[in-house]
């Protein structure tokens, strides 16, 4: 089965820790993409990969920080330096061309007291 | 910058019915076009897409429409089922840009027995 899996689903941590999140795909991806999703709102980009070694921060970097050593794997990790870390995140991965669609995670809800 | 809007964020039908689900983009650049479904708790999964240089594409009980004079972008759904109830977020690519999709805030679709 090809796809992509994060873990956990659920994730909780105390304010001042930092956290990382699992995204491994096994669709032959080169690009990787991490999203934030806060309730009744859409996706914001926080980090992108398009070859391993190699990333960029989205629109909403501050506090998190990625690596991509594997083709597969895109962790990433929010630091305690992120100032409201509760939310859904999402890890998306895409074939750089010719097709643009993303295909998603399922998720992980993090919780952050 | 530019952004994906949506002109609803809510929209409920009666089972059986077509729904249609609105989106204005304001890049003129924007090339390509998504249609994603979010059910509760879960990632975002592809519908459709549309290139630029169409007006419509058809799929399975779904349909997009591009009016790029307008900058509009609307998904019809035939035949509304109770599994279509979701969050329903369109995204656009714009040329030349190394980020991929840009994502709207959504509409969540209920489906009404």
């Known amino acids: 089965d090809g796809g992509i899996t994060q873990s956990p689903k659920y994730l909780f941590r105390k304010e001042g820790q930092n956290v990382t999140l699992s995204c491994e795909q096994n669709?032959?991806?080169?690009?990787m993409y991490w999203y934030r999703q806060d309730p009744g709102q859409g996706l914001r980009l926080i980090y992108y990969s398009q070859i391993v070694n190699d990333f960029q921060k989205g629109d909403i970097a501050e506090g998190y920080s990625v690596s991509r050593e594997k083709k597969e794997s895109f962790p990433l990790t929010v630091t305690s330096a992120q100032k409201n870390p509760t939310a859904f995140y999402l890890c998306?991965?895409?074939?750089?061309?010719?097709?643009?669609?993303?295909?998603f995670g399922p998720g992980t809800r993090l919780t952050v007291t | 910058g530019e952004s994906v809007g949506l002109h609803l964020p809510t929209l409920s039908v009666q089972e059986g019915d077509n729904s249609i689900i609105n989106c204005a983009y304001s890049?003129?650049?924007?090339?390509?076009f998504i249609w994603y479904k979010q059910e509760s708790g879960k990632g975002p999964q592809f519908i459709i897409d549309i290139r630029s240089n169409m007006d419509k594409r058809q799929g399975q009980r779904v349909t997009v429409l591009l009016n790029k004079t307008v900058k509009h972008l609307s998904l019809q759904i035939a035949a509304t089922q109770p599994g279509d109830s979701a969050v329903y977020f369109c995204?656009?690519?714009?040329?030349?840009?190394?980020?991929?999709?840009?994502f709207g805030s959504g509409t969540q679709l209920t489906v009404l027995p």
């Open positions: 890049n003129s650049a924007s090339d390509y």
């Open positions: 669709l032959n991806h080169d690009a």
């Open positions: 998306a991965s895409s074939i750089r061309v010719p097709s643009y669609e993303q295909y």
């Open positions: 995204a656009e690519k714009t040329e030349g840009s190394a980020r991929q999709l840009t």
